[in-house]
């Protein structure tokens, strides 16, 4: 079952723009991450962020958490081409017995047009 | 570091037949996942093990599914008798510790049953 849904489903802008994506959620969560997937590739780690804390940074990339709307964005300022990919959200979860895993929203297609 | 490999990059098979997907993960990780991913679906986790056990199958859809991690260098994911929604392609991920942490995914092999 998906857990984070990301919006827009697609976002188009122009190089130098920034770019918002947003990740909603049900259930109460430990951390909240986020990937990147380049065409054909497979999902790279950008950045994670814990329910105690509700801002981080890393390089061109700015997400915040709010646990009580339940939600989170990714920035990603001054855009690039290269920046051109799918962008999901997962979070922790509970599997059988307890274990942990994660769950991926279906992701935010965005493309960068120079 | 060599990141998770995942052989073959692509199969193309009749309908009927045994697909067999492998998987490599990073040295050291304690934790593997076989996830799916479809337009239509998304990104599924099917089964994650732990130091080579299975914890989590609930995923898989089917007895036709299984999979097997012999030591903590390798895995495997079988499709037996493949089936042509069976197409789609599947990831192999592997993360350190916890299986809420950071995953490392290989590029995925693209699997077309026709």
């Known amino acids: 079952s998906q857990q984070g849904e990301e919006d827009p489903q697609a976002l188009s802008i122009q190089e130098g723009e920034n770019a918002t994506m947003n990740c909603s959620y049900k259930t109460s969560i430990n951390n909240l991450q986020w990937y990147r997937q380049n065409s054909g590739r497979g999902l790279v780690h950008l950045i994670l962020i814990r329910s105690n804390e509700r801002e981080k940074h890393s390089g061109r990339l700015r997400v915040t958490l709010d646990t009580s709307k339940k939600s989170s964005s990714l920035l990603i300022t001054a855009s690039r081409a290269a920046d051109t990919a799918s962008y999901f959200c997962a979070t922790d979860a509970r599997g059988r017995g307890g274990s942990e895993k994660l769950v991926f929203g279906k992701g935010t297609k965005l493309t960068v047009n120079p | ?114």
């Open chain 2, 1 to 114: 570091d060599a990141g998770v490999i995942q052989s073959p990059r692509h199969e193309v098979t009749e309908m009927g037949q045994e697909v067999t997907l492998r998987c490599k993960p990073i040295s050291g990780h304690d934790y593997l996942f076989w996830y799916r991913q479809t337009m239509m679906r998304g990104l599924e986790l099917l089964i994650y093990f732990n130091n080579n056990v299975p914890i989590d199958d609930s995923g898989m859809p089917e007895d036709r599914f299984s999979a097997k991690m012999p030591n903590a260098s390798f895995s495997t994911l079988k499709i037996q008798p493949s089936e042509p929604r069976d197409s789609a392609v599947y990831f192999c991920a592997s993360s350190q510790h916890r299986g809420n942490q950071p995953q490392h995914f290989g590029d995925g092999t693209r699997l077309s049953i026709l």
